[in-house]
Nanobody, 119 residues
Framework: VQLQASGGGLVQAGGSLRLSCAASGLTFRSYVMGWFRQAPGKEREFVAVIVWSGERTSYADSVKGRFTISRDNAKNTVYLQMNSLNSDDTAVYYC?????????????WGKGTQVTVSS
């Protein structure tokens, strides 16, 4: 199983980025998918999760109203649209997959993609 995240980069505060995570080696449509992040010196934290059909989502309070998670089961890809970015969003972002909502247990982790927000 591989989860390949991409789309990270350097962006100014107030800007936007869209992360993508392409999955292979698993039956994507049967997995709950999510995003986590880890800032320097901090523990990894939950960001957002989306259920198999895409009809149900959940977000960390810190990103509600700014981030949107979505998925395309035909492309085996999950996305994270990030708007109104600020310096607190600077972190390595990881996509994750599991069988339970809201990803209390993660079965697969992807390699991270760095997001850096400059003020």
């Amino acid at each position: 199983v591989q989860l390949q995240a991409s789309g990270g980069g350097l962006v100014q505060a107030g800007g936007s980025l869209r992360l993508s995570c392409a999955a292979s080696g698993l039956t994507f449509r049967s997995y709950v998918m999510g995003w986590f992040r880890q800032a320097p010196g901090k523990e990894r934290e939950f960001v957002a999760v989306i259920v198999w059909s895409g009809e149900r989502t959940s977000y960390a309070d810190s990103v509600k109203g700014r981030f949107t998670i979505s998925r395309d089961n035909a492309k085996n890809t999950v996305y994270l649209q990030m708007n109104s970015l600020n310096s607190d969003d600077t972190a390595v972002y990881y996509c994750a997959g599991g069988k339970t909502y809201p990803l209390g247990r993660v079965d697969y982790w992807g390699k991270g993609t760095q997001v850096t927000v400059s003020s």
